[in-house]
């Protein structure tokens, strides 16, 4: 598991490899990294769900942190790019000599777990704690902010169904 201290030392340390290779880089981050660091929601979370460049050399700095450090060799890793849109917001998280972290806005993080609608996981509850940080008033206003943030094809009846779930829940937590 990766704490905030844990993400944040990790992520000095790749901007000081990308010193010493003379390069920049950018991570916009999203999911459970940007819900431990940014929100404090969680303590610690499993990996960095993020995208990221220069991206051959991320992943061979990914690759030798992993082996030096004993970690998962996708603890950070750009798996969610395929839900990520041009609809995005991302706020600055810290700026390095050499890299820039990012990490999508509570109203984007909120779209993507709502349409994830992974049960097996966190999305349920990250997605009740983001209501409630971003104070949600009707599920219309969850359907807003599905269709401003994501693309048709993430919008399924799946992730319809599981939106009105979260909602009754964090109706219930309110």
């Known amino acids: 598991m990766l704490s905030k201290k844990d993400i944040d030392n990790y992520f000095l340390e790749i901007n000081d490899r990308l010193n010493k290779i003379g390069k920049h880089g950018e991570i916009v981050m999203a999911g459970g ?3 431990t660091v940014v929100f404090n929601a969680r303590g610690a979370t499993h990996d960095i769900d ?3 460049k ?3 050399e991320f992943r061979e700095i990914i690759e030798q942190m992993a082996q ?3 970690l998962e060799k996708d603890w950070l890793n750009d ?5 990520f849109t041009d609809k995005l917001k ?3 998280y810290k700026s390095f000599s050499n890299l820039e972290v990012y990490s999508i806005d509570a109203e984007g993080l909120l779209a993507l777990k709502l349409t994830s609608a992974r049960r097996r996981s966190k999305d349920m509850e990250d997605s009740i704690m983001l209501m409630k940080h971003l104070e949600i008033q009707n599920i219309e206003e969850l359907y807003g902010i599905i269709e ?3 693309s048709s ?3 399924s009846p799946n992730s319809y169904f599981f939106t009105q779930e979260a909602f009754e829940q964090y109706q219930e937590h309110k």
């Open 148 to 150: 401003k943030y994501t």
């Open 54 to 56: 220069p991206s051959i």
């Open 68 to 70: 030096e450090h004993g």
């Open 33 to 35: 990294a940007a819900l």
């Open 153 to 155: 094809n993430q919008q």
């Open 50 to 52: 993020a995208l990221f």
């Open 90 to 92: 991302a706020d600055l």
């Open 79 to 83: 798996g969610v790019k395929g839900f």
